[in-house]
Each structure stands twice: as structure tokens, then as C-alpha cells.
């Protein structure tokens, strides 16, 4: 058993079976009216998770089993006794089918010789509700992505490998462009082009959008430790010969704002965001596992299984949950359960009800930049399947927060490297 307890006097505790894994976790907020949650796993004799339970004020909210065949792969997840999703493998080992019972939905994956996937099919019964097929260059690279519609996106990569076009049938084509250090250098999409500019550390320094006569002109700050701490957008009409003005945006707020400011912890996390009307601050553990998000106030609390995200918390009720197999599988928001649909970069695509019915539909581009993207979508969990937080713009990855706008982590990576591992040190950092 080890306790620990935080500088606001709250006290957690871990148990440990006899193998030294995790076995029953507590936590407290440390007031009256504060929720008190735990979560307890059991294991097979294989050491496969075989079961997790998380309780709210003592009161069972998931109750989730796995069984697994006879190579150790995930065949079953049940929630509550009831089966969820049951998996599939080819002779290959690859994921042939997944059926998700509760929501009468499947998906089904065929590879070709070298076990790349070539095509992925989500179904409802025998209703196709989304599909993709592949093609891939000689050296592994994607060629082709083609959706149940027919529409093909079309990809090409340099001498090096690095993707130099997206093509997407009936849109503007994306070009890219680097410099000597694989930094990106510029963006085309149709008449628009975006310049990156960069300090002698590689880390992104001004981006230059240009279209239609006018500039805009964003320049990232960062402190001694490579964590950017501010952004500002400045905006130019060439035509006017105008100085611009100052402001600053945030992914899916049409709003304008001043300046975007980020704060880091001892450790190089994240621990608050400013901006016009928004603050955002958050808290992580003793792992690094974010523990809360604070937006205006409004405080969120995420209880963890594993490297996952199990539960949240808003106030003293749970407002959402999540149940996982091999990947996520479907949400419960306070009595509204969707099912999560992939594609084969594990990508959400598509939420459905536990009738099966398509409720949402998501498309994004090489880099995560989801198109059409909806101000009221409460889900957060979308570009490869991972937290997308609104208030920033970015996606948060457990060590660090990705920016898919600009294609790069706001912060240099966590790991510095091994002296064991020369070449370890010796990573692009972000």
C-alpha cells in the first residue's frame, strides 16, 4: 500500500497484489461534499487484466471483465455481465473483425501479404456506414485512401519520405515543403500559403498565412525549457498598407482574442492557459496523468485505468464514462451511450447509438485538423483516438499537448534520452 497526499491535504492511496500490480486505487477530494472514487483490478494467471471496477461513493458505476483466446489476444469485453465487443484475429495475428453486441455494429479489416491493412468496413447489420480502402508505395508509404462514397485522397512523399501533397477529390490539393532540418516550410492549399520560420533549436517561431491580400502573421514564445508560453496573431491588409492589429484565436472559437498565454509546473506540464475569456488550469499526479481541468471554474476530474481515461467527474456527479477493449468503444454521458467507429489510422470517424444509427460523423486531415468541425460536440475524443480539449486546440497525449494546426508539440518531448542509448539522444525534438 502506498498513500500519498497532495499540497491541498488530499489523500490517495495504491495497493499492490503480491506480483506488484496495481490492485485496488482510492482517491478523495478532501471536503464534505467532495465524490470519493476507487477502482479495483484482478488479473488471469497469464497476468492479462481480467477485470476493473470503479466505484462512485461507493456505488458500482463499471463493471468491466475481458476474456482472451488461447494466444493471449482480447476476444471479449463484457460491461455488467453483458457482452460489448468481441475481436477476431486472422492467421497473421491482425484484427480480423470486431462486433460490438449492444449496438448490432461490426467492423472488418483485410490485409494484404505484408499484413497493411487494404481495407476496413463499419456496418450496421448489413448496411455499409462507413468505408476505406488502401494502397500503399513500394517503400510502406500510404498512395490511397478511398471512402465508401468513392472519394479518393491521394498522397506523395519526397526522396526522403516526408508527405509533400494531400489530395483530396473535389478539394484544393495541399502541398508541403521543408527545410535542411525536416522542419515544415511551407503550406499551400489552393492560393493560400503559410510560411514557418524557426529558431536555431528548431523550435517554430513565426507562421506567415497569406490569401487573399492579407497577412496573418503568428509568432510563438517560448521559455528556457523549449515549452512554448505565448502566442500572438497579428493580421495585415497589404492593400491598405494598414499595420494590423493584435489578436489571437483558438481552435473552433470564432471569437478574437488578445493574446494566448501558457504556464508550466516544475516538471514542464502544462498548468494553465489564458486567453480573452478563457482559463484553463490543470493538475496531473505523481505519474503525470492529468488529474483535473479547471475551464472558467468549472472544474473536471479524470479518474485513470492504466494509460486511459475511465471517468469523469464535474462536480460532485460523474458525467461521463468510457469503456475500452483494444481501443474505445463506447461512451455513457450522463445517460446517452455512443459507440466509437474507426478508421484504419485510429482515427474516430463516426459515433453511433445503441441502436446502431450513425449520431455524429468526423473527417480530419493528414495532420488532425478536423474539417467542418462542430462547436457543440461534447465528445472529446476524436483524431486517433485521443482527448481533444476545445478550450486550446490541442490534443492531449499524456506527456505533452499536440497542436495539429501546427503539426507539432507545444513542449520539447519529456524523455531526454539514455546515456545507455546514444541514438536516443539524438531525436528530432518537437
Given at each position: 500500500?502506498?498513500?500519498?497526499?497532495?499540497?491541498?491535504?488530499?489523500?490517495?492511496?495504491?495497493?499492490?497484489?503480491?506480483?506488484?500490480?496495481?490492485?485496488?486505487?482510492?482517491?478523495?477530494?478532501?471536503?464534505?461534499?467532495?465524490?470519493?472514487?476507487?477502482?479495483?483490478?484482478?488479473?488471469?494467471?497469464?497476468?492479462?487484466?481480467?477485470?476493473?471496477?470503479?466505484?462512485?461513493?461507493?456505488?458500482?458505476?463499471?463493471?468491466?471483465?475481458?476474456?482472451?483466446?488461447?494466444?493471449?489476444?482480447l476476444w471479449?469485453?463484457?460491461?455488467?455481465?453483458?457482452?460489448?465487443?468481441?475481436?477476431?484475429?486472422?492467421?497473421?495475428?491482425?484484427?480480423?473483425?470486431?462486433?460490438?453486441?449492444?449496438?448490432?455494429?461490426?467492423?472488418?479489416?483485410?490485409?494484404?501479404?505484408?499484413?497493411?491493412?487494404?481495407?476496413?468496413?463499419?456496418?450496421?447489420?448489413?448496411?455499409?456506414?462507413?468505408?476505406?480502402?488502401?494502397?500503399?508505395?513500394?517503400?510502406?508509404?500510404?498512395?490511397?485512401?478511398?471512402?465508401?462514397?468513392?472519394?479518393v485522397?491521394?498522397?506523395?512523399?519526397?526522396?526522403?519520405?516526408?508527405?509533400?501533397?494531400e489530395?483530396?477529390?473535389?478539394?484544393?490539393?495541399?502541398?508541403?515543403?521543408y527545410?535542411?532540418?525536416?522542419?515544415?516550410?511551407?503550406?499551400?492549399?489552393?492560393?493560400?500559403?503559410?510560411?514557418?520560420?524557426?529558431?536555431?533549436?528548431?523550435?517554430?517561431?513565426?507562421?506567415?498565412?497569406?490569401?487573399?491580400?492579407?497577412?496573418e502573421?503568428?509568432?510563438?514564445?517560448?521559455?528556457?525549457?523549449?515549452?512554448?508560453?505565448?502566442?500572438?496573431?497579428?493580421?495585415?491588409?497589404?492593400?491598405?498598407?494598414?499595420?494590423?492589429t493584435?489578436?489571437?484565436?483558438?481552435?473552433?472559437?470564432?471569437v478574437?482574442?488578445?493574446?494566448?498565454?501558457?504556464?508550466?509546473?516544475?516538471?514542464n506540464?502544462?498548468?494553465?492557459?489564458?486567453?480573452?475569456?478563457?482559463?484553463?488550469?490543470?493538475?496531473?499526479?505523481?505519474?503525470?496523468?492529468?488529474?483535473?481541468k479547471?475551464?472558467?471554474?468549472?472544474?473536471?476530474?479524470?479518474?485513470?485505468?492504466?494509460?486511459?481515461?475511465?471517468?469523469?467527474?464535474?462536480?460532485?456527479?460523474?458525467?461521463?464514462?468510457?469503456?475500452?477493449?483494444?481501443?474505445?468503444?463506447?461512451?455513457?454521458?450522463?445517460?446517452?451511450?455512443?459507440?466509437?467507429?474507426?478508421?484504419?489510422?485510429?482515427?474516430?470517424?463516426?459515433?453511433?447509438?445503441?441502436?446502431?444509427?450513425?449520431?455524429?460523423?468526423?473527417?480530419?486531415?493528414?495532420?488532425?485538423?478536423?474539417?467542418?468541425?462542430?462547436?457543440n460536440?461534447?465528445?472529446v475524443?476524436?483524431y486517433?483516438?485521443?482527448?481533444?480539449?476545445?478550450?486550446?486546440?490541442?490534443?492531449?497525449?499524456?506527456?505533452?499537448y499536440?497542436?495539429?494546426?501546427?503539426?507539432?508539440?507545444?513542449?520539447?518531448?519529456?524523455y531526454?534520452?539514455s546515456?545507455?542509448?546514444?541514438?536516443?539522444?539524438?531525436?528530432?525534438?518537437?
Amino acid at each position: 500500500m502506498i498513500d500519498s497526499t497532495d499540497i491541498n491535504n488530499n489523500k490517495s492511496s495504491v495497493e499492490y497484489d503480491a506480483l506488484g500490480r496495481v490492485k485496488a486505487k482510492t482517491d478523495a477530494k478532501g471536503n464534505a461534499v467532495s465524490p470519493k472514487y476507487s477502482t479495483t483490478y484482478t488479473y488471469d494467471a497469464a497476468n492479462n487484466p481480467k477485470s476493473f471496477v470503479l466505484k462512485h461513493n461507493g456505488v458500482t458505476k463499471t463493471n468491466t471483465t475481458y476474456d482472451y483466446d488461447n494466444m493471449n489476444r482480447l476476444w471479449k469485453v463484457y460491461e455488467n455481465g453483458i457482452q460489448t465487443a468481441a475481436y477476431t484475429y486472422d492467421a497473421n495475428g491482425n484484427r480480423q473483425t470486431i462486433t460490438y453486441n449492444t449496438s448490432a455494429n461490426t467492423t472488418n479489416y483485410t490485409y494484404n501479404l505484408a499484413s497493411k491493412l487494404i481495407s476496413l468496413t463499419n456496418k450496421k447489420g448489413t448496411t455499409t456506414l462507413s468505408s476505406y480502402a488502401y494502397t500503399y508505395y513500394l517503400d510502406g508509404n500510404q498512395a490511397t485512401k478511398t471512402d465508401h462514397t468513392g472519394k479518393v485522397t491521394t498522397y506523395g512523399y519526397d526522396d526522403l519520405g516526408r508527405l509533400e501533397s494531400e489530395s483530396v477529390q473535389g478539394d484544393p490539393a495541399i502541398i508541403y515543403t521543408y527545410d535542411d532540418y525536416n522542419n515544415r516550410a511551407t503550406m499551400t492549399v489552393g492560393t493560400e500559403i503559410t510560411r514557418y520560420v524557426y529558431d536555431k533549436n528548431n523550435r517554430l517561431k513565426t507562421e506567415t498565412k497569406t490569401a487573399s491580400g492579407t497577412d496573418e502573421i503568428t509568432r510563438y514564445y517560448y521559455d528556457n525549457n523549449g515549452n512554448q508560453t505565448c502566442k500572438t496573431i497579428e493580421t495585415t491588409q497589404s492593400s491598405s498598407g494598414g499595420s494590423g492589429t493584435l489578436e489571437a484565436y483558438i481552435l473552433e472559437e470564432s471569437v478574437n482574442q488578445d493574446i494566448v498565454f501558457n504556464e508550466y509546473d516544475g516538471f514542464n506540464q502544462l498548468k494553465r492557459v489564458t486567453t480573452g475569456g478563457i482559463a484553463a488550469e490543470y493538475q496531473y499526479n505523481a505519474d503525470g496523468q492529468r488529474t483535473t481541468k479547471s475551464i472558467n471554474n468549472t472544474e473536471t476530474r479524470h479518474i485513470w485505468d492504466g494509460q486511459n481515461i475511465a471517468a469523469e467527474l464535474t462536480g460532485t456527479a460523474m458525467t461521463a464514462k468510457y469503456i475500452r477493449g483494444i481501443n474505445l468503444i463506447s461512451s455513457d454521458m450522463a445517460g446517452t451511450v455512443n459507440y466509437y467507429l474507426f478508421n484504419g489510422h485510429g482515427d474516430v470517424i463516426q459515433l453511433t447509438n445503441s441502436s446502431g444509427n450513425v449520431v455524429k460523423t468526423y473527417n480530419y486531415d493528414a495532420f488532425g485538423n478536423e474539417k467542418a468541425p462542430d462547436l457543440n460536440d461534447n465528445n472529446v475524443f476524436r483524431y486517433c483516438g485521443e482527448y481533444f480539449d476545445k478550450e486550446t486546440g490541442t490534443y492531449y497525449l499524456r506527456a505533452r499537448y499536440y497542436n495539429p494546426v501546427t503539426g507539432r508539440f507545444i513542449s520539447e518531448d519529456s524523455y531526454l534520452g539514455s546515456n545507455n542509448d546514444h541514438f536516443s539522444k539524438l531525436r528530432k525534438k518537437s
